[in-house]
């Protein structure tokens, strides 16, 4: 066996002690390593954000305009549907009057016809009578061409 002496301590002492600065010193240097690249990132991250971020504003705003463009499309067209449906509705309107104007001036003219006549049926027993009373024939081919003509005549 060996014998483990105190220089032999020591030296290990010092190696453990030199390791031990080694790895801090490693540990350090990877720390900030570390710390560089997680600042770089978090600025390539916040740069890709903001670009990201403009984008979409950019997007959104494109968006916005053609939107509104094709809201004013819309709303054009639909002024333009309803004023055509105005006009044609007016037109048909204007048609209805004329036509129930029209159907007045027949029913007018259709009663004075019926009054007219009113008179004409009235007297018709009274001209049985006549009828039935003569005993010519000839008072019957007069009043019969009377009727006639006072017939063709209203």
């Known amino acids: 066996m060996t014998t483990v002496t105190s220089n032999d301590i020591q030296e290990l002492k010092d190696l453990l002690s030199a ?3 080694e790895n801090r010193e490693q540990m350090i240097s990877l720390r900030e390593e570390n710390r560089e690249q997680i600042t770089s990132l978090r ?3 916040r740069e890709q954000m903001t670009s990201l971020r403009e984008e ?3 997007q ?3 968006l916005r305009e053609e939107t509104r463009e094709q809201i004013d499309t819309l709303k054009e067209d639909n002024r333009q549907q309803i004023e055509t449906l105005r006009e ?4 048909q309107f204007i048609n209805l009057h004329k036509e129930i104007t029209e ?5 007018a003219k259709i009663e004075g016809t019926i009054q007219s006549q009113a008179v004409l049926t009235q007297k018709i027993p009274d ?3 006549k009828v039935g009373e003569l005993k010519n024939w000839k008072q019957i081919a007069i009043v019969a061409i009377t009727a006639f003509t006072s017939a063709t005549i209203t």
Do not use: A, D, F
């Open 19 to 21: 390791m031990r600065q």
């Open 43 to 45: 600025e390539e991250t």
């Open 56 to 58: 979409t504003r950019e």
């Open 60 to 62: 959104m705003t494109s």
């Open 88 to 91: 044609e509705n007016n037109k």
């Open 103 to 107: 159907v007045k001036i027949i029913t």
């Open 127 to 129: 001209l049985i009578e």
